[in-house]
């Protein structure tokens, strides 16, 4: 796959878009503005929650993916399979019938994520054993939680854990077990990830752990859905068995990861509740933990913008699936050989996009004009001005983007000093 640094996942269609600012409040990190109407995203601030696309009452947020058609253009093809993907079916116990079924559908062949999970739990594992590395470790499985802390909370960039996620040491071995099998080059063979959500969508396009992405392309995992609905389980052919561990399979739910690991651990899901043990962290109030996994979904990965199912049903089919035969035994990867070539080695690059400025003199004039600039304002965070709180709208206008009699509140009951921008540059 050629990467796009640029490309984000999740898009606004303006015909749809009515400016109601539900979006724009339940943001994040901010990135939403609603002007003429109509709102807008700040793609630098963008970390493809999906929170919006929940949040809109019109349908006017949605997220891209991939084109099923892509796998037109392979030889041979692999489903990677996430394991968030078997709790959307309720009346499917057996795990192997929807992982078979992938050859149903069009794939010549399958790869579960969770064997991922598994070697990265042993590489974890391994991590704790040799680590001299200040603690807590952090997880870097969700794409939205390390790219909070590279735009928001830069400090804590040095404790995210130097292993590739699940899913791009699934794709590796799994082109290796195709180009084995068939004797096909690399080149004819097309490895597809089966995304819960936009973030891991866009971090593949974007090779955002790796800059040779071993994925070809990211399907939604509703377009996957939609087709496995009518397959019986009489009609699949389970063929191959299933080699992942119960503790593999737990990584689809929040506290999945931590629950192969031993020490003092922490897991939290829900993008508020993320930024939060965020903000616990950069003030080092939680030295005493070993090891954080966040989730930025509630619930971890079955609360997806990209599946079908209630999270709470899919968080009880995957405990259901731990607990059958297929999934009943312990990770069995800790003696596997060469788990190095599963270290990332490109150094994550931090980006403050919550400045003022590139240049610290002019930031601090912006700063001092935003802190003259706030008792004027009501204070209300009402967001009929077009910013998400008034603290925004004062940064809007030290910017320049919006005019400060965009707060018709305050104009209109007791003017604003129009001249206070133009006085501090001066």
Known sequence: METDKSYCAVKIDKDKCKGCINCMKKCPTEAIRVRNGKATI???????????????????????????????????????????????????IDPSVISNSMKNIGFDDFYEVARGADLVSALTRKK?????????????????CVELILIRFN??????????????????????????????????IGVFFISPCPAKV??????????????????????ICLKLMHISQAEVDITRPIVASNLGVAWAT??????????????????????????????GKLKDIDYVELNACPGGCVGGVFTIENPFVA?????????????????????????????RSLDWE???????????KKAFVKLRQ??????????????????????????????????????VRQTEENGIDDDLIKKETE
């Open 42 to 92: 700040n793609y630098d601030r963008c970390v493809g929650c999906g929170e919006c696309i929940r949040t809109c009452t019109h349908n006017a947020k949605y997220a891209t993916s991939d084109s099923l058609d892509l796998m037109n253009d392979f030889k041979y093809t692999v489903a990677l399979v996430p394991p968030s993907l078997l709790g959307q079916f309720p009346n499917v």
């Open 254 to 283: 929040s506290g999945g990861e931590v629950s192969a690991l031993d020490g003092r651990v922490l897991a939290a899901d829900g993008i508020e509740n993320v930024i939060s043990v965020l903000k616990e962290l950069e003030s």
């Open 350 to 360: 931090t980006d403050d996009v919550f400045v003022l400025d590139k240049d610290f």
């Open 155 to 188: 400090d804590l960039k040095d404790y995210l854990i130097d292993i590739m996620p699940p899913l791009e040491i699934a794709a590796k071995i799994a082109r290796k077990r195709a180009m084995k099998a068939t004797g096909l080059a690399s080149e004819d």
């Open 202 to 223: 866009a971090s593949t396009h974007r090779g955002f752990y790796t800059e040779n992405p071993g994925v070809d392309g990211v399907f939604a995992m509703s377009d």
């Open 128 to 144: 704790f054993e040799e680590c001299d590395r200040q603690k807590p470790l952090i997880s870097t499985a969700c794409p939205v």
């Open 370 to 407: 935003v802190e003259q600039l706030l008792p004027q304002l009501p204070q209300l965070d009402c967001g009929v001005c077009g910013s998400p709180s008034c603290r925004a709208f004062a940064e809007d206008v030290v910017n320049g983007i919006v005019t400060i009699d965009k707060c």
């Open 315 to 343: 968080k009880s089919k995957i405990h259901t699936i731990r607990r059958t035969s297929l999934y009943n035994k312990k990770n069995t990867v800790d003696k596997i050989e060469h788990l190095d070539e599963y270290l």
